[in-house]
């Protein structure tokens, strides 16, 4: 038994987990006791047999390398027999995910902000992910809170830092600590799942592409797979290195912050398709030439297109999206005769029905896409099904949406998000919206008349389990909607979504502008829930 640190500590406030882990800026992550009581906590409460394995990674962002370095030392004093770890530290979260769920590790701890800003300043984050490899349960992250409530001490062992960029096994305190190649597992398991000779035939006659890393953690997994396994050539993936601070940049994957990416996509010298993921690999973004696909729109699109990838031919056995995401995937459940369940935010949601065979693709209309391949989203999962795709079909973006909507109709969407507003004006904002709930059905708002109003709640069909409060729903006549919710994963201030829909049939207009095809909808939501009256806000900070 190694020697073991008892260092004396108390509780910390506002350590209560998001939807996706603890994030708080750098600077309260580094204050003395902050990381290490939560990590403690985590340890404190987690089923784990005895000799279990622990992953640990992250996103490269700032203080990655730090808190790494004091996991191992934790996970030695408390009783762990291995820790796989990735080389530099760095593990995308559905490459974590592989990881745990390939080695057989009892959990994981995944140091990341996602799509949040790196750097000395900004944010940084930690989840722990079960056994199954997806985010720990509500269940699991209350207990985690709980013990932050009541923590009095943390351990360690005196041992110095590992080299993290040496690829290979030492001994801390007597527990074995693995460094590993943080690409090759992932890349693998990729290759066991599409049609990469199909992609690489398409490539060698003239699909071409432009991938943006957003010098975030997806470098190093798109260069290997794009250019290294399926030909597209050098300079492909741009953006491609991990930097502490993403460059400087907000390494989200949408309209604003990949700007330049839409630009060129838009463009005359456009390539055929264009991709971004995000600060920790989980989340896409896919336009084609002229073209940008909504990521609900996307979800739809590859649901009703899986079976062009080997893996998947013949077994969908049902798709999932969460509660904001639009009803397209609703569409091509419904014609495919497959089951299609509503979740609330959180991928965390995901997993039991994952793991009960429910549904094989997932989605999120914050750019999330994923399958049973791992229990995370994973953006360049979605990359590369959108090739097989068009490689196997041999049509471009444009083409595959059109023929879509021409099939399904169209659900036009968008997300405007109020961010960094003052807490009690967002407080104040939803509990009018809760209080108003009983009397807007039945109401007009310009040519909008409510059907349905309530607050969202969720019982899982696996375990029978709870979720209530996840947001607010106004239903209209005719299948347009308004859906108000709270974020969970900002560090400051509070962020307020809000997330218009509006289905047109297949006779409609499928091709029209989107602002112009919400503009009774944003009326609306104003008119609704006073949204410039609670925040100060005349306009939403980003649209995606």
């Not at 987690?46 to 992953?55: I, K, P, Q, W, Y």
């Not at 041992?159 to 690409?183: C, F």
Request: glycine content about 12%.
């Amino acid at each position: 038994m190694p020697d073991i640190i008892t260092v004396a500590t108390q509780p910390i406030a506002g350590q209560k987990p998001g939807t996706s882990g603890l994030r708080k800026k750098v600077k309260v992550f580094q204050q003395p006791n902050f990381a290490e009581n939560f990590i403690q906590s985590v340890f404190d409460v987690v089923e784990r047999d005895e000799g279990a394995t622990l992953v640990i990674g992250g996103d490269g962002r700032f203080h990655n390398r730090t808190v790494i370095q004091q996991a191992i030392r934790m996970a030695a004093a408390n009783g762990y027999a291995r820790v796989l770890v990735g080389q530099g530290g760095i593990l995308s979260t559905p490459a974590a995910s592989n990881v745990i769920r390939k080695y057989g590790a009892s959990g994981g701890l995944v140091l990341s902000a996602s799509h949040n800003p790196g750097g000395p300043d900004e944010d940084f984050g930690i989840k722990y992910n079960i056994a199954n490899g997806g985010p720990a349960p509500e269940g699991v992250t209350g207990a985690i809170y709980e013990r932050t409530l009541t923590i009095d001490r943390w351990l360690s062992v005196d041992a110095p830092d590992i080299d993290l960029d040496a690829i290979g096994t030492v001994s801390v305190a007597g527990m074995s600590v693995e460094v590993i190649d943080s690409v090759a597992d992932y890349a693998d398991l990729m290759e066991t799942l599409f049609d990469f000779d199909a992609i690489r035939k398409a490539v060698a006659s003239g699909l071409t592409m432009r991938f943006d890393a957003m010098s975030a953690v997806t470098g190093p997994y798109a260069r290997e797979i794009l250019e290294g396994r399926l030909g597209f050539p050098a300079g492909t993936v741009v953006n491609g290195t991990p930097l502490e601070d993403f460059g400087g940049h907000h390494p989200d994957p949408n309209l604003i912050h990949a700007r330049e990416l839409y630009e060129l996509m838009m463009g005359s010298d456009a390539p055929d398709i264009g991709a971004a993921s995000d600060g920790d690999g989980d989340r896409n973004l896919i336009i084609g030439r002229g073209r940008f696909i909504t990521p609900s729109d996307s979800l739809a699109m590859l649901a009703a297109n899986i079976e062009c990838a080997p893996a998947y031919k013949g077994r969908l056995a049902g798709i999932a999206r969460s509660m904001p995401t639009s009803a397209a995937a609703d569409r091509v459940a419904e014609a495919l005769g497959v089951g299609c369940f509503e979740t609330p935010t959180g991928w965390k949601f995901f997993g039991n029905l994952l793991d009960a065979g429910k549904v094989t693709i997932c989605g999120e209309e914050s750019a999330g896409t994923g399958s049973d391949h791992v229990r995370e989203k994973d953006g360049l999962w979605a990359v590369l099904l959108w090739l097989n795709i068009l490689a196997v079909r041999g049509i471009s973006v444009d083409e595959l949406a059109r023929m879509h909507w021409a099939r399904f109709g169209r659900n036009y969407y968008a997300r405007h998000d109020y961010e960094g507003i003052e807490n009690a004006g967002a407080d104040a904002l939803m509990d009018g919206l809760k209080a108003a709930l009983a009397t807007l059905p039945g109401q007009s708002f310009g040519a909008l008349t409510v059907a349905v109003a309530d607050s969202f709640s969720y019982t899982d069909p696996v375990d029978g389990s709870v979720s209530e409060n996840q947001g607010i729903r106004i239903l209209f006549e005719g299948g347009s909607r308004v859906v108000f919710r709270l974020s969970g994963t900002g560090t400051q201030g509070a962020t307020l979504r809000v997330y218009l829909e509006n289905y047109v049939g297949t006779d409609g207009d499928l091709d029209a502008e989107t602002g112009a095809m919400l503009a009774d909808q944003i009326a609306a939501a104003e008119a609704i829930a006073g949204i410039t009256r609670n925040t100060g806000r005349t306009a939403p900070d980003v649209i995606t």
